[in-house]
C-alpha cells in the first residue's frame, strides 16, 4: 500500500485514511498588533481557504487574516481585515465562519459598543477583500447581548446566524441575517430556545447546515448541570425542533459547562463538545436525526492519548457528510494543546491515529482552542491562541488516504 493524496473507498464507499500530517509549518498573520491571540478558525469546503480571527489584536479592537493554499504551501491573502465601523475594543475575530467557495466571511466581535456586539461580512473578488455593507446587530438586544461571540454561516453565504450569549443578562439569544443583492437584513426577532430555566447562555456556540435551515445553538451554563442545546428550521420561519437536548453519560461540573457545537451539511448530524465534562477531561457526543427526532448515537467519545485535563471539546468541527468529526483540547499536555479525529462507519464512531499535535508551537499555545475541518475531511485546521506569548497561530494538518 501507498500513501498518496487520492481518496480510496472500500466496497462500502467509506473514506480509508492514514493519520493526518502537518502541513507546512504555523501559519501566522502578519501587521499583527501586540499580542492578537490569533487562532479563531474556519475553512472553506475544499480546504483552500481558511480565516483566522485575532481578537486582542491592536489593544482589543481585533482582526481577522486570510490565508489560501496553493499545492501544499499556504500564504496570506492581503493585509489583515478590520471593521470600518468598530467601537471600542470590538474584539474582532472573536469568531469567524466561512462560506462553502470561501469568498464571504462573518466574523464576529462581542466587544463592539460597549459588548452589545457585533457582525462583520467581507467578500473576496479576484482575490480582493472588501467589507461588504455595515456591521449586522440584531434588533432588540436587552442588556449586553455580546452580539457576535458566535456565528454561522450557509454554505451560499447568503445567511447568517450571530450569537448573544450574554443577552437578556445570561439567558442569551440568536439573530438570523440574509444577504440579498449584496444587502443584508435580519430575518424575524431574536431566537431564544424554551424549556429551560435560567441563565444558560443561549448562543454561546452555533452551527449552520450547508442549506442555512438547520441552526444548532449551544449554551454556557455556571451551575453543576447537564448543559442544554438546542435545533432550530427554517421552514416558513424560524422555530424549535422539540425540546432541547442534553448529553447521557455527562459528568457534571460544579463549576460549570461550556458547550462546542458542529453540524453536517445535511443537518442531520450534529456533535456536542464539553470541556469541563469528568473533573475537565472533556468529551465529545453525536446526535442524528430522524424526520424530526433526534437522539444521541452511541456514548460518549474521550480521545486517547490525552494527558492530563484536557478539555477535550473546547472546539469541535464535522465533514460535510457527517462521517467525520475533530475535537480540541486546548489544555491538554500543560496547556500545548491537541486535536483527535473520529470516524463513522455503519454508526460506530472510532478514533482515526494519535492525537494531533502542531510543531514549532512556543509555550502554552492552546492548540485546538478553535478548528475546523474542511467540508471534505482532508484539512484540519487547529488554532493556538495562546502561541508566542499570546501571538496565537494556526496549524494546518492534511489527511493522507491509503490506495
Same mark, same amino acid.
Given at each position: 500500500?501507498?500513501?498518496?493524496?487520492?481518496?480510496?473507498?472500500?466496497?462500502?464507499?467509506?473514506?480509508?485514511?492514514?493519520?493526518?500530517?502537518?502541513?507546512?509549518?504555523?501559519?501566522? /498573520?502578519?501587521?499583527?498588533?501586540?499580542?492578537?491571540?490569533?487562532?479563531?478558525?474556519?475553512?472553506?469546503?475544499?480546504?483552500?481557504?481558511? +480565516?483566522?480571527?485575532?481578537?486582542?489584536?491592536?489593544?482589543?479592537?481585533?482582526?481577522?487574516?486570510?490565508?489560501?493554499?496553493?499545492?501544499?504551501?499556504?500564504?496570506?491573502?492581503?493585509?489583515?481585515?478590520?471593521?470600518?465601523?468598530?467601537?471600542?475594543?470590538?474584539?474582532?475575530?472573536?469568531?469567524? =465562519?466561512?462560506?462553502?467557495?470561501?469568498?464571504?466571511?462573518?466574523?464576529?466581535?462581542?466587544? &463592539?459598543?460597549?459588548?452589545?456586539?457585533?457582525?462583520?461580512?467581507?467578500?473576496?473578488?479576484?482575490?480582493?477583500?472588501?467589507?461588504?455593507?455595515?456591521?449586522?446587530?440584531?434588533?432588540?438586544?436587552?442588556?449586553?447581548?455580546?452580539?457576535?461571540?458566535?456565528?454561522?454561516?450557509?454554505?451560499?453565504?447568503?445567511?447568517?446566524?450571530?450569537?448573544?450569549?450574554?443577552?437578556?443578562?445570561?439567558?442569551?439569544?440568536?439573530?438570523?441575517?440574509?444577504? *440579498?443583492?449584496?444587502?443584508?437584513?435580519?430575518?424575524?426577532?431574536?431566537?431564544? =430556545?424554551?424549556?429551560?430555566?435560567?441563565?444558560?447562555?443561549?448562543?454561546?456556540?452555533?452551527?449552520?447546515? &450547508?442549506?442555512?435551515?438547520?441552526?444548532? +445553538?449551544? *449554551?454556557?451554563?455556571?451551575?453543576?448541570?447537564?448543559?442544554?442545546?438546542? +435545533?432550530?428550521?427554517?421552514?416558513?420561519?424560524?422555530?424549535?425542533?422539540?425540546?432541547?437536548?442534553?448529553?447521557?453519560?455527562?459528568?457534571?461540573?460544579?463549576?460549570?459547562?461550556?458547550?462546542?457545537?458542529?453540524?453536517?451539511?445535511?443537518?442531520?448530524?450534529? +456533535?456536542?463538545?464539553?470541556?469541563?465534562?469528568?473533573?475537565?477531561?472533556?468529551?465529545?457526543?453525536?446526535?442524528?436525526?430522524?424526520?424530526?427526532?433526534?437522539?444521541?448515537?452511541?456514548?460518549?467519545?474521550?480521545?486517547?492519548?490525552?494527558?492530563?485535563?484536557?478539555?477535550? =471539546?473546547?472546539?469541535?468541527?464535522?465533514?460535510?457528510?457527517?462521517?467525520?468529526?475533530?475535537?480540541?483540547?486546548?489544555?491538554?499536555?500543560?496547556?500545548?494543546?491537541?486535536?483527535?479525529?473520529?470516524?463513522?462507519?455503519?454508526?460506530?464512531?472510532?478514533?482515526?491515529?494519535?492525537?494531533?499535535?502542531?510543531?514549532?508551537?512556543?509555550?502554552?499555545?492552546?492548540?485546538?482552542?478553535?478548528?475546523?475541518?474542511?467540508?471534505?475531511?482532508?484539512?484540519?485546521?487547529?488554532?493556538?491562541? /495562546?502561541?508566542? =506569548?499570546?501571538?496565537?497561530?494556526?496549524?494546518?494538518?492534511?489527511?493522507?488516504?491509503?490506495?
Amino acid at each position: 500500500m501507498t500513501i498518496t493524496e487520492t481518496q480510496a473507498t472500500d466496497e462500502k464507499s467509506y473514506p480509508v485514511f492514514a493519520p493526518y500530517a502537518q502541513q507546512g509549518g504555523k501559519l501566522v /498573520g502578519t501587521d499583527s498588533v501586540g499580542n492578537s491571540q490569533q487562532g479563531i478558525v474556519a475553512v472553506s469546503a475544499d480546504g483552500n481557504t481558511a +480565516v483566522v480571527g485575532g481578537s486582542n489584536d491592536a489593544e482589543g479592537t481585533g482582526a481577522v487574516w486570510i490565508f489560501t493554499r496553493s499545492g501544499d504551501a499556504w500564504s496570506q491573502q492581503g493585509s489583515k481585515l478590520t471593521g470600518s465601523d468598530c467601537v471600542g475594543a470590538t474584539g474582532l475575530g472573536t469568531s469567524v =465562519g466561512i462560506s462553502s467557495d470561501g469568498n464571504t466571511v462573518i466574523a464576529g466581535g462581542s466587544g &463592539d459598543n460597549g459588548i452589545v456586539g457585533a457582525a462583520w461580512v467581507f467578500t473576496r473578488t479576484s482575490g480582493i477583500w472588501t467589507q461588504q455593507g455595515n456591521k449586522l446587530v440584531g434588533s432588540h438586544p436587552v442588556g449586553d447581548s455580546m452580539q457576535g461571540g458566535s456565528v454561522a454561516i450557509s454554505a451560499d453565504g447568503n445567511t447568517a446566524a450571530v450569537g448573544g450569549n450574554g443577552d437578556e443578562f445570561g439567558i442569551g439569544a440568536v439573530w438570523i441575517f440574509t444577504r *440579498s443583492q449584496g444587502g443584508w437584513s435580519q430575518t424575524g426577532s431574536k431566537l431564544t =430556545g424554551s424549556g429551560y430555566s435560567g441563565k444558560a447562555n443561549q448562543g454561546s456556540s452555533l452551527a449552520m447546515s &450547508d442549506d442555512g435551515k438547520t441552526l444548532i +445553538v449551544g *449554551s454556557a451554563i455556571e451551575t453543576n448541570v447537564n448543559a442544554p442545546i438546542w +435545533v432550530f428550521v427554517e421552514a416558513g420561519g424560524w422555530q424549535q425542533q422539540g425540546n432541547y437536548l442534553t448529553a447521557t453519560d455527562a459528568v457534571t461540573n460544579p463549576n460549570g459547562q461550556n458547550t462546542s457545537v458542529g453540524v453536517s451539511g445535511d443537518g442531520n448530524t450534529l +456533535v456536542l463538545g464539553e470541556n469541563q465534562d469528568d473533573a475537565q477531561r472533556g468529551a465529545t457526543w453525536i446526535f442524528t436525526r430522524s424526520g424530526n427526532a433526534w437522539s444521541q448515537q452511541g456514548s460518549k467519545m474521550v480521545g486517547a492519548g490525552a494527558t492530563g485535563k484536557a478539555a477535550q =471539546g473546547c472546539s469541535v468541527s464535522i465533514s460535510a457528510d457527517g462521517d467525520t468529526a475533530i475535537v480540541g483540547g486546548n489544555t491538554d499536555n500543560g496547556d500545548l494543546g491537541a486535536v483527535w479525529v473520529y470516524q463513522r462507519n455503519a454508526g460506530n464512531w472510532l478514533q482515526c491515529g494519535e492525537k494531533l499535535v502542531g510543531t514549532g508551537a512556543s509555550g502554552a499555545a492552546l492548540q485546538g482552542n478553535s478548528v475546523a475541518l474542511s467540508g471534505d475531511a482532508r484539512t484540519i485546521l487547529s488554532g493556538g491562541s /495562546g502561541d508566542n =506569548g499570546m501571538a496565537g497561530a494556526t496549524w494546518v494538518f492534511a489527511a493522507q488516504f491509503i490506495t
